[in-house]
């Protein structure tokens, strides 16, 4: 039994005997990080390899200072914050690694010290943290799951704690897709499923198809950047990916996961008929889950099958008979997430100000986020929100190729 097996049987916890240290890279305490993959669930966002991967490819072109934060109780790490400093106008935010990229963000915490931990332990560590991290505004701490895997996720439960602007919706899995199906208006996919067979018949059906080498992930991959830098331009939405060191963290995920890292850690599917590949979906295992980094679909007359759509039915399916237990595809309220994903897993946002700075700026992001969540919860505003994004976006390509 290692260290960190007998800690997790121990209950006499105390604040005065836990220390806090920061540093720039994860390989520092690379050790420590797989011990608590091991001993606690997370989420693909919070492995070692996904973060390290971040870290060398994105945080330097993004201008963000990696700062992984180690809580030792005596001399044993019992949680690790993966976190990274950027200024943002005149203040300097802390911030979860991975930025929107990272669709599930959390602390990796030994179980038995998650339960120890209340919302005032937690507020008076968060002090601690923002001490030792040195020189921060504000401590931003989004996209938090409530619970995970059963449990009550400590840092979700902060006072200061709020409904972050949106939800992961996630379905449970099982070895029968059949039952699976059936639990999600399987009659009506399973129809749909047959009136696409059947349309795809005459060019010869469809497959899907799961990238086996390095060269066809990143052949995939690059496929999937043209398919959806061409939606954020019909969208009116800016490209994501085109971000400086995305693309790259993403090419470094499927080299890292072919130079005997962990297989689960990028895994590309390609839908493919009629000569070309019609949608791609890009995603991460573990604990159990598959969660989907992105998707794609092509912008032809073939969007009126709803590729998309056939894709999560196959990898749904695939997904069961690889006894993986449950799925999620990220953030967002899109119709084909809504259609299988019933499970709203609730997220958190919390803004922890350090500086006065610190606080007429959380201020302003609270607000702000209070009135994109009236936008988004009220269908008509959210609506017309997205259809004059598309209308600013039609504009700005216009005057663009005017130029």
């Known amino acids: 039994m290692d260290g960190l097996d007998i800690l997790s049987s121990q209950r006499d916890f105390s604040l005065a005997r836990l220390t806090v240290s920061v540093t720039p890279s994860a390989r520092a305490i690379e050790s420590d990080w797989r011990a608590l993959e091991r001993l606690s669930p997370l989420s ?14 994105a945080t330097g072109p993004q201008r963000i200072r990696p700062a992984i934060v180690s809580l030792r109780h005596d001399d044993r790490v019992v949680a690790i914050l993966p976190l990274g400093v950027e200024r943002v106008g005149p203040v300097r935010i802390a911030r979860f690694l991975g930025g929107e990229h990272a669709n599930i963000r959390m602390g990796l915490l030994d179980p038995a010290f998650a339960a120890f931990l209340t919302p005032e332990t937690t507020a008076e560590i968060l002090r601690c943290v923002a001490e030792a991290l040195g ?19 400590p840092l979700a439960a902060h006072p200061e704690a709020r409904p972050a602007k949106c939800d992961v919706g996630m379905m449970q899995l099982g070895p029968d897709f059949a039952a699976v199906l059936a639990a999600h208006r399987g009659a009506k996919k399973a129809k749909k499923r047959r009136w696409q067979a059947n349309t795809l018949a005459p060019v010869g059906g469809s497959v899907l198809r799961r990238a086996a080498s ?36 993403f090419r470094a995920l499927v080299e890292r996961r072919w130079d005997g890292g962990e297989t689960s850690l990028i895994e590309l599917d390609a839908l493919e008929f009629d000569g070309g590949i019609r949608a791609i979906l890009g995603s991460g295992t573990a604990s159990g889950r598959l969660s989907g980094y992105f998707m794609s679909v092509s912008n032809d007359d073939w969007r009126r099958v709803s590729p998309g759509e056939l894709m999560l039915y196959e990898v749904i399916s695939a997904s069961c008979a690889r006894g993986l237990t449950s799925l999620d595809l990220g953030r967002g309220d899109e119709r084909y997430k809504a259609s299988w994903l019933e ?45 004059i994004r598309r209308w600013r976006g039609h504009a700005d390509q216009s005057a663009r190729e005017a130029d």
């Open 343 to 387: 499970e709203i897993e609730r997220h958190v946002r919390v803004i922890v100000p350090v500086t006065l700075a610190g606080h007429a700026v959380s201020g302003l992001m609270r607000a702000t986020d209070r009135i994109e969540s009236t936008i988004r919860d009220n269908p008509k505003l959210w609506q017309l929100a997205k259809k």
């Open 135 to 153: 020189g921060v505004d504000l401590l931003d701490l989004d996209a938090q799951p409530v619970r995970w895997a059963g449990a009550v996720n």
């Open 44 to 57: 693909v966002y919070q492995s070692f390899d996904w973060i390290d991967c971040w870290i060398d490819a």
């Open 214 to 249: 390095r060269d066809e992930a990143l052949a995939i991959l690059e496929t999937y950047f043209e398919q959806k830098a061409a939606w954020f331009r019909e969208q009116g939405i800016t490209d994501s990916f085109a971000e400086p060191g995305v693309a790259d963290f």
